[in-house]
């Protein structure tokens, strides 16, 4: 059935809906544009949701139209719920919208104006988001609400997906007055929630310990889930899921929304005076101000918000296909991707042709498809102290240069792959020396340091076509199959010598903005490339780096423990087939834990595999392991990358984990079982399967036992066999027979 958006003249009232959803909005009779509903699908909405008027203390009235006139006193901005809230204008909640004027004013004003239906979905210049492929995917609605005084317009815009239970949002600010303002504040979306019980799932974490799932009631107050890193960060990721108290992973309401953006992100959700929740989605107003000129506009970011009454689950799986289908772009998007060594953990920057050929020769004959040169290739970077933006090949290091290598892996009929950091520069390289002013900082004061290194100015088009420049040599003269886009530190002296003091609040955005083009022109030029994102691990794992990028590096955390919590807050938001996880050396670098070859490939296969680790250095039985592995992984990976991800036992709750594969005609299944403790008198646990067809069989070929479905998701299956040791993992394999 098609998405719908219709209008109700008399009533005033927008209804968007397909299939799974409605959302509702009313124009009230002061103008402003009045949130009804987003929830369920309703066939007709009859009034019910027609705010109650009351004299409430200390909220102020809106003046009434006929002069002489008292003002309704029932009736205040302050308690009614807003589409899109402005400030100072007796709404005292947190603000959709601040603009400070060419007289220093603040105040906002919103009233309706007009409104336009479109089929398909318009495009946002210049920033990622999500897309159609035909016009009948989508139904768009552009709702104009005007500040007079200021001669601004603010066009909201949502869009409504025939087939999938997704509204976009995302906001247009068009000053159509000559003078010029200074935008303090400007959310891509605004939902104001009637009293009810809400919990909100956020994704906070640290570098090497990303995306852990933390739920909390809404009680009164602000929470702010937010970055002023100048990227989305490891610390909170640009997701928010609210839901009921009753909401697990099968059951009940939830909405998740996501930021499709890199930078500076806020997700703040305040509880007011009358139990009534506000959620403010946008670009962090956090050190932001953007000069908009006479006859100038703004575009903000893009929501994604997401809806089911079926649980957790049921809301990951539309957000792995819409990011999978219609966020990520290029041929990589659906190609199954190569297993992968990357010499990082094995060599860190101490590497010769030597050492390469070798780790290339390993590599092949275990089964391995691409490998990856990572950081220390270039200028003459030997530790992290140096050559970040000299992007020319380090000579010392490579026997018949760069290119040998590079032949050397593709003669061995593996892919080959490149690291580089682009938005980086270090004191120690050619490129500061020439061009100082190229890196953030602000005059006269000392710059922080980072990983020691500063980042490069990218709210300068010539600083991005310096790199750009830098990086199609590389790309146009060695034969590359794949490139890691790394960034390791956070942005700090956010100034940029390129822009007046009163545009400095822009730098943050501009950031982005630079960075997006570069990537853009990169992607663009180079279509068969596979690019995967990174930030010391998962620092920036965001839709708007899916838009560029298919799959990001999942964290610098590859402990086989600590990695079944972030691939499962990280499954919440994005699809498996974003997400790289490889096998390291045990003991783990980074936790000290040693755990089986076994586990480390059964958490690093739930993911876009690979390795990372001296494959010489493994005795036979654990190469024999690895052989096996990726023969299993090459059979299943098409399941695993893009089949459905069902998250069955949560290692934030448990000591237990699961989660299964099913490919979208129910017909095949990949269960994987970990225990990660060993303990005295253990839990026999039992894990029952969902999501398949009741009444098929499904045989286990490993062992030609029948089950049905209908016993695979009630009676269920022990995990395993009882094993008195830490750190055990199985994967099992069903096909239906019908
Ligand atoms: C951080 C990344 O996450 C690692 O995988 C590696 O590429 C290093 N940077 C290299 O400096």
């Not at 400070?100 to 009233?111: A, C, H, L, P, Y």
């Not at 089949?643 to 989660?659: E, I």
Request: net charge negative.
């Amino acid at each position: 059935m098609a998405a719908h958006i219709t209008y109700d003249g008399q009533k005033q009232v927008f209804h968007l809906s397909n299939h799974f959803l409605s959302y509702l909005m009313q124009v009230d009779q002061h103008g402003l544009l009045q949130h009804l509903y987003f929830g369920k699908k309703i066939r007709k909405y009859h009034d019910e949701r027609s705010y109650p008027g009351l004299d409430r203390g200390f909220s102020g009235n809106v003046p009434s139209l006929n002069v002489g006139e008292q003002p309704d006193r029932t009736y205040s901005k302050d308690m009614i719920l807003q589409e899109y809230s402005g400030n100072q204008t007796g709404d005292y909640r947190e603000a959709g919208s601040i603009i400070r004027s060419d007289i220093g004013s603040v105040t906002v004003d919103w009233r309706y104006k007009g409104y336009e239906i479109i089929e398909g979905k318009p495009n946002l210049t210049k920033l990622p988001q999500s897309y159609v492929e035909s016009d009948d995917e989508a139904t768009t609605l552009n709702i104009t609400l005007e500040d007079s005084a200021l001669k601004v317009d603010a066009v909201l815009t949502y869009t409504i997906y025939t087939d999938r239970p997704v509204i976009t949002r995302s906001v247009k600010l068009m000053n159509k007055s000559s003078a010029t303002y200074y935008l303090e504040k400007i959310a891509s979306a605004q939902i104001d929630f009637p009293k009810q019980d809400m919990e909100v799932i956020s994704l906070p974490g640290a570098h090497v310990r990303e995306r852990q799932i933390e739920r909390q009631k809404i009680k009164h107050g602000t929470y702010r889930f937010e970055s002023r890193r100048g990227t989305s960060s490891h610390h909170m990721n640009p997701f928010i899921a609210l839901v009921h108290p009753d909401t697990t992973e099968f059951q009940g309401e939830a909405l998740g929304i996501q930021l499709v953006y890199s930078g500076n992100h806020l997700f703040s959700l305040s509880k007011d005076y009358i139990d009534q929740t506000r959620l403010i989605v946008g670009i962090n107003d956090y050190d932001f101000s953007w000069q908009l000129k006479g006859n100038s506009e703004f575009q903000t970011p893009e929501v994604i918000m997401v809806y089911s009454h079926e649980g957790l689950n049921d809301m990951s799986n539309t957000f792995h296909h819409l990011l999978r289908e219609r966020v990520a772009r290029g041929k990589h998007r659906f190609s199954e991707r190569p297993v992968v060594i990357n010499n990082w953990e094995a060599t860190f920057m101490d590497f010769d042709t030597g050492k390469l050929k070798s780790i290339i020769d390993k590599a092949a004959e275990v089964g391995v498809e691409m490998f990856v040169l990572d950081d220390g290739w270039f200028g003459h970077r030997d530790d992290d102290t140096s050559s970040l933006g000299d992007w020319y090949e380090y000579k010392n290091k490579f026997e018949d240069g760069l290119g040998g290598i590079a032949q050397y892996a593709h003669e061995k009929g593996l892919k080959f792959g490149l690291w580089f950091e682009p938005e980086m520069i270090s004191r120690d390289s050619d490129l500061f020396e020439q061009h100082p002013d190229y890196a953030l900082q602000v005059p006269d004061r000392e710059m922080t340091l980072s990983r020691s290194q500063y980042v490069l100015d990218f709210s300068r088009t010539e600083v991005v076509n310096n790199i750009f420049q830098q990086m199609i040599k590389i790309l146009d003269n060695i034969s590359l199959d794949y490139v890691k886009w790394d960034m390791n530190r956070h942005l700090t002296e956010v100034w940029s010598n390129a822009y007046a003091p009163m545009r400095q609040g822009e730098i943050y955005h501009r950031y982005i903005l630079g960075l997006y083009d570069l990537m853009e022109r990169l992607v663009e030029r180079y279509p068969n490339i596979l690019w995967e994102g990174c930030s010391g691990g998962g620092g920036r794992f965001d839709a708007g780096i899916l838009y560029y990028f298919p799959q990001t590096w999942t964290s610098d955390n590859t402990d086989a423990v600590a990695r079944l919590k972030i691939q499962y807050g990280t499954s919440l938001a994005y699809p498996i087939s974003s997400m790289t996880s490889h096998v390291s050396e045990s003991p783990n670098q980074q936790t000290g834990r040693s755990t089986t070859i076994d586990m480390r490939g059964d958490v690093a296969m739930s993911g876009v595999f690979g390795y990372e680790l001296n494959l010489d250095e493994l005795p036979e039985d654990e190469l024999d392991s690895v052989r096996q592995q990726i023969k299993f992984y090459k059979k299943h990976r098409k399941l695993i990358q893009f089949g459905k991800f069902v998250r069955l036992d949560s290692p934030f709750v448990h000591n237990t984990v699961s989660w299964a594969f099913i490919s979208e005609d129910q017909k095949k299944v990949l269960l994987f079982n970990f225990k990660i403790l060993s303990e005295a008198q253990p839990e026999i646990s039992v894990t029952k399967l969902k999501g398949l067809k009741s009444d098929s069989d499904y045989i286990e070929p490993a062992t030609s036992e029948i089950y049905g479905g209908d016993e695979l998701m009630n009676i269920g299956l022990y995990d395993f066999p009882v094993q008195q040791r830490d750190f055990v993992s199985s994967v099992r394999y069903f096909e239906a027979l019908q």
